[in-house]
């Protein structure tokens, strides 16, 4: 049987060259041509680093051949020591935190530029204590928390937050998995248990230290929010030109749950940015705004407190606000209808004037959505029937 001889073709120089990437998972099973020690250190911020780059004598490179870059930026020689024919070492001093979160790339090339070796140096800061861990449940059906880290946060590498939770006296501690929601927030969308408390912490953990929040207890009832309030409504009173009401639902979600609401209103001008809250509005789903501009148009938006949930003692959470309803209060025909009558001024005055004594009134007596409020225009005008006619009657007097 004949063999058939292969001719060993000669491989150039430059496809000798090692190429690889740095500070990512992945080790090549063949020798390379260099290596660099240590490899990928965890380094607190100010230390110092000596790293030394080996290279294989049998590519005939020479250590007084190399040099060294940082992210790209070439280093310069008054760091570099030459060891051996054969080794470069290169002495970082005072090093700052890391400018990317996978590491900062420590590379070792030959004289013309290639890259040889290299190495991912994580310098920062080990977290500290996580702080202002709250969490909320949307409708009893799931739980979110939110927490801030400690301290000023920036810990320039790579940090993980977890965050674990538990029943307080049985439960099997758990791991919440689902972090989409935003930074330092975690969701827990189902399977939780109502009537018992939970304990509820964050481990936060980086390859120089971990820290632990303080835990937390709650019960989820205690910490109920809702969906904002449906169906929210704004309309005109008849021909009133500075009021209007506003109507809405019980959050859907909590329609069948035993809990006594709270409602707020907020309300602004068409041009303007600053909002006015009625507080004062109890477990009532409807509201007259009165002192409004006639001829205005208003946004108004309603949310929910959802107080005492299946007799949970604790104040609820605020739901969001729902989206901006707009209506516009009639104009004032008084104001806007002209006339030749020579006593049109002195009409007008008086109408000023009735006008202040009322809203002197109003600051008084009521404000918002108060049960007063409602029935103040009427008031005021049966108030204002009796001082004209008693006007008139004396005017007649006189006249006679």
Request: proline share 6%.
């Amino acid at each position: 049987m004949g063999f058939v001889r292969v001719r060993r073709r000669s491989v150039p120089s430059a496809f000798r060259l090692l190429f690889f990437t740095l500070c990512a998972p992945g080790v090549l099973s063949f020798t390379p041509m260099a290596s660099v020690y240590p490899q990928d250190p965890a380094l607190l911020i100010g230390s110092s680093l000596t790293a030394t780059c080996s290279v294989s004598q049998d590519h005939g490179l020479h250590a007084g051949s190399l040099y060294w870059t940082l992210n790209g930026k070439r280093l310069p020689s008054s760091t570099y020591s030459i060891l051996s024919p054969t080794v470069l070492s290169v002495t970082l001093k005072n090093l700052s935190g890391s400018r990317q979160r996978s590491g900062d790339n420590l590379v070792c090339h030959g004289g013309s530029g290639h890259m040889l070796a290299g190495s991912c140096l994580y310098v920062g800061m080990p977290p500290e204590k996580p702080v202002n861990l709250t969490c909320w449940s949307r409708n009893t059906k799931d739980l979110t928390c939110k927490w801030a880290p400690g301290g000023q946060g920036e810990t320039f590498i790579k940090t993980k937050y977890t965050l674990k939770y538990k029943l307080r006296w049985y439960g099997q501690e758990k791991e919440c998995e689902d972090y989409s929601a935003g930074p330092y927030t975690c969701y827990i969308p189902r399977d939780l248990a109502l009537f018992t408390p939970y304990e509820i912490w964050v481990e936060a953990s980086n390859q120089l230290g971990s820290a632990t929040s303080d835990v937390i207890s709650l019960d989820i009832l205690d910490v109920v929010t809702t969906d904002p309030p449906a169906d929210v409504h704004v309309s005109r009173v008849g021909d009133l030109e500075d009021q209007l009401t506003v109507r809405w639902g019980t959050p859907p979600a909590l329609k069948d749950f035993l809990f006594q609401a709270k409602y707020q209103i907020r309300y602004r001008l068409e041009d303007s940015t600053e909002w006015k809250v009625v507080d004062d509005m109890g477990n009532q789903t409807s509201c007259r705004l009165a002192g409004l501009r006639p001829g205005t148009v208003y946004f108004v938006q309603v949310r929910c407190n959802p107080v005492g949930i299946l007799g949970s003692r604790k104040a609820g959470i605020w739901s969001d606000w729902s989206h901006p309803t707009a209506a516009s209060t009639p104009h004032s025909e008084r104001l806007l209808t002209g006339s030749c009558d020579s006593k049109a001024g002195q009409q007008n005055s008086t109408l000023r004037r009735d006008l202040k004594q009322f809203f002197g009134w109003v600051r008084k007596r009521a404000y918002g959505c108060s049960g007063m409020s409602i029935k103040l225009y009427d008031q005021w005008r049966v108030w204002l029937q009796k001082s004209h006619k008693t006007r008139n009657q004396v005017l007649q007097g006189d006249k006679s």
